[in-house]
């Protein structure tokens, strides 16, 4: 409960902030989670729907603990755009989104799925650009931090922004598995 407070709260008072507020499209507010943060953020997006908040428009869930959705069967209450990002090193998680019947066969489009190469759970933290000193010199250089950040950003920007993203129609090497449907 705290995490739902947590996050409508900022909701409710960024857009008021001096700074940040004019920045702010109230319109086209995404919301993204890793591991328990993408529990908050799947259920903030309907998949509990009492946190339901019909501000967020998509959702971004990063190796996202899913099973008490899955117990109750509600991911289908999340009427938004989902990408799902998980890795082929994440055990206790990533077999629950991808396997048959999973949280993606749970969710209704407009769904992706895609599987990192030798990513395990921590491969959305701080660890991954930690050797990099800073955010651009990893994306530029670790293939696992450019692939999370291009295909999040995408999903954003078509789904937020209404720009057509060739991205998302593909796979390539670095993907263990990639899905989407419309």
């Given at each position: 409960?705290?995490?739902?407070?947590?996050?409508?709260?900022?909701?409710?008072?960024?857009?008021?902030?001096?700074?940040?507020?004019?920045?702010?499209?109230?319109?086209?507010?995404?919301?993204?989670?890793?591991?328990?943060?993408?529990?908050?953020?799947?259920?903030?997006?309907?998949?509990?729907?009492?946190?339901?908040?019909?501000?967020?428009?998509?959702?971004?869930?990063?190796?996202?603990?899913?099973?008490?959705?899955?117990?109750?069967?509600?991911l289908g209450?999340?009427?938004?755009?989902?990408?799902?990002?998980?890795?082929?090193?994440?055990?206790?998680?990533?077999?629950?989104?991808?396997?048959?019947?999973?949280?993606?066969?749970?969710?209704?489009?407009?769904?992706?799925?895609?599987?990192?190469?030798?990513?395990?759970?921590?491969?959305?933290?701080?660890?991954?650009?930690?050797?990099?000193?800073?955010?651009?010199?990893?994306?530029?250089?670790?293939?696992?931090?450019?692939?999370?950040?291009?295909?999040?950003?995408?999903?954003?920007?078509?789904?937020?922004?209404?720009?057509?993203?060739?991205?998302?129609?593909?796979?390539?090497?670095?993907?263990?598995?990639?899905r989407h449907?419309?």
């Amino acid at each position: 409960r705290d995490r739902q407070r947590d996050i409508r709260t900022v909701l409710d008072e960024m857009p008021k902030q001096a700074t940040f507020g004019k920045q702010i499209d109230v319109a086209r507010i995404g919301i993204a989670g890793h591991s328990l943060g993408g529990y908050t953020a799947a259920a903030m997006a309907g998949a509990w729907p009492s946190w339901k908040d019909a501000r967020i428009k998509a959702a971004l869930l990063l190796s996202p603990c899913v099973e008490p959705f899955m117990v109750k069967q509600t991911l289908g209450g999340m009427r938004v755009p989902v990408m799902y990002q998980g890795g082929d090193r994440d055990f206790g998680i990533t077999p629950e989104v991808r396997k048959k019947g999973g949280a993606y066969d749970q969710t209704g489009p407009p769904k992706y799925f895609l599987e990192l190469r030798a990513t395990g759970h921590l491969g959305w933290t701080i660890l991954t650009c930690q050797p990099y000193g800073a955010v651009p010199p990893c994306v530029d250089q670790s293939a696992r931090a450019r692939q999370i950040d291009e295909y999040g950003v995408a999903f954003f920007d078509h789904y937020l922004k209404g720009r057509p993203e060739a991205l998302l129609e593909r796979s390539n090497s670095l993907l263990a598995d990639y899905r989407h449907q419309d």
